[in-house]
């Protein structure tokens, strides 16, 4: 069977000279590291022509002591072709770190370590004094315990199952040395004394509150230098016990044959969704479906998301799609790296033709949106979607409820209807106020209504959106999804969406 949701090309927009800048989401070292790796990959199979690496003053390693850039602080500059003024956009950081992670292979993510990546040279001196002290002469276990905050993002380890693993292999006389890297204070005090003679570290920050140590009030540099020490250290033990973290993911990169024991893995590799986005799924079908005609990929698929209750969530808003005999499971990384590149690379006309021909909805949802629009005194209406639950607060602050309220009435034809989409009460009243001939569509608030009904409402009044003249409103997810349902619509967005942003 071919694997055919791991396939999906880069538009040729990307051809050009990027400035790779600090992922505005604050991830930790070793995400940024890996959205750095994702470009450097971009750049070596020739889809961009240029590539800068500028942190600048951005990010949880940034100290001013240590100047501009972090990146620079512990790798030499990255600068390579011709650099301009384009920067990536967000959702491409986010699928660059996502494709190190979890697409590229060990090998090819060291033939880049080895390409572009050098280490400063204080800091390798460091890691080889390390060395000469505590690997010299030992074959060395090495553990990985990410604690803190991780039980968010992975299954939590018990140290003592952990213990009796480490015990065993010990036993066993193979190994002389255990290398600990851990940012969780308990778990090393819990192990050191397990093992008082044969463990060694490097003297790292860590946490003894469950705070992650990146968000910790402590050395900014320091707590970078600890990360990429521990990971290079990973990566020269004879054996790895790892937990779900990009730090040891790393490693294994940089040591692509080493022998690596997964003690769990992030839940964002379950190969059965559990969670779920209504645009970014219909994204990824349409992806997949795009694949489908245009790859050659005959082997079909079946749109299978499975609730918690074992039921398909894709037929409650939608009708089935079966192709061919196979079924196709996605992991929920995919589901991400899928529907954001679909979502913001694939042109709204082909998307269109896409949904046309394969995707229905379920009649009691188009039938709630005819409910909305009938409403409306004329076919042809102006719509305004104005979200704050629904949307980024970065664009609360941005838009101000007069600013809306202005361009309708610059805007509005005489006579015409306007219907306002909103999750804002207030805002909706006011809306009523000056347009007392408005027809009000509320969004519901998900954390009020079961989140099936809420999903319902989102889509009907997306429907509804993209029936209109035009939509004004704040950047979100919803207006491109209305966009792809009706190519024609004019959009207006009064600020960007924040996955759009550089």
């Not at 020739?46 to 100047?67: K, M």
């Not at 979890?102 to 004094?129: A, H, M, N, W």
Request: some cysteine; charged content about 25%; overall charge neutral.
């Amino acid at each position: 069977m071919k694997k055919i949701f791991l396939i999906l090309a880069l538009v040729s927009t990307l051809r050009a000279d990027f400035c790779l800048t600090h992922p505005m989401y604050e991830p930790g070292f070793f995400s940024v590291f890996n959205t750095v790796v994702g470009a450097l990959d971009a750049y070596d199979r020739s889809e961009i022509d240029g590539l800068q690496v500028d942190f600048a003053d951005q990010g949880h390693y940034y100290d001013l002591d240590h100047g501009p850039n972090w990146w620079s602080y512990y790798f030499e500059p990255i600068s390579l072709g011709v650099q301009g003024n384009n920067k990536f956009p967000t959702y491409k950081k986010i699928t660059f770190s996502q494709n190190t992670q979890f697409r590229l292979s060990r090998e090819r993510g060291f033939e880049l370590l080895q390409k572009y990546v050098k280490v400063k040279d204080p800091i390798k001196q460091k890691i080889k004094e390390f060395e000469e002290a505590h690997f010299k002469n030992n074959k060395v276990l090495g553990v990985h315990f990410r604690g803190t905050d991780k039980k968010s993002e992975a299954p939590e380890i018990d140290y003592k199952d952990l213990f009796l693993m480490l015990q065993q292999e010990m036993e066993q006389g193979e190994f002389t040395k255990l290398f600990i890297a851990t940012d969780d204070g308990n778990f090393f005090e819990y192990i050191k004394k397990k093992f008082p003679t044969r463990i060694c570290s490097i003297p790292a920050i860590r946490s003894f509150n469950k705070e992650a140590v990146h968000l910790t009030n402590t050395s900014n540099y320091q707590k970078g230098e600890d990360a990429l020490i521990d990971c290079i250290l990973l990566s020269k033990c004879d054996k790895l016990y790892k937990m779900a973290s990009n730090l040891s993911d790393v490693s294994m990169i940089w040591n692509p044959y080493m022998e690596v024991v997964h003690l769990n893995h992030a839940y964002s590799e379950r190969c059965k969704n559990k969670t779920f986005n209504v645009f970014k799924n219909l994204n990824t079908v349409l992806s997949l479906l795009q694949t489908y005609e245009v790859e050659g990929c005959k082997d079909g698929f079946e749109v299978f998301f499975p609730t918690k209750q074992g039921e398909n969530w894709w037929n409650v808003h939608f009708k089935p799609i079966v192709l061919g005999k196979q079924k196709t499971h996605l992991q929920n990384f995919n589901i991400t790296y899928l529907g954001l590149n679909h979502l913001f690379e694939c042109p709204v006309e082909r998307s269109n033709e896409l949904i046309e021909k394969y995707i229905e909805f379920q009649p009691h949802i188009l039938q709630k949106a005819d409910q909305v629009t009938s409403k409306l005194s004329s076919k042809s209406f102006i719509a305004i979607y104005f979200g704050s639950e629904t949307c980024s607060k970065l664009f609360q602050k941005e838009v101000k409820q007069k600013q809306v309220f202005a361009e309708v009435t610059s805007q509005l034809k005489r006579n015409e209807s306007v219907l306002w989409i909103s999750d804002d009460e207030e805002f909706l009243n006011e809306a009523k106020l000056r347009f007392p001939s408005s027809v009000i569509a509320k969004l519901l608030n998900r954390k009020a209504v079961p989140f099936l009904d809420y999903e319902t409402n989102l889509l009907v009044n997306t429907i509804a959106l993209s029936r209109a003249r035009k939509v004004i409103g704040v950047g979100n997810e919803i207006l491109f999804v209305a966009k792809q349902l009706n190519p024609n619509l004019e959009v207006q967005e009064l600020s960007k969406l924040w996955l759009l942003k550089n």
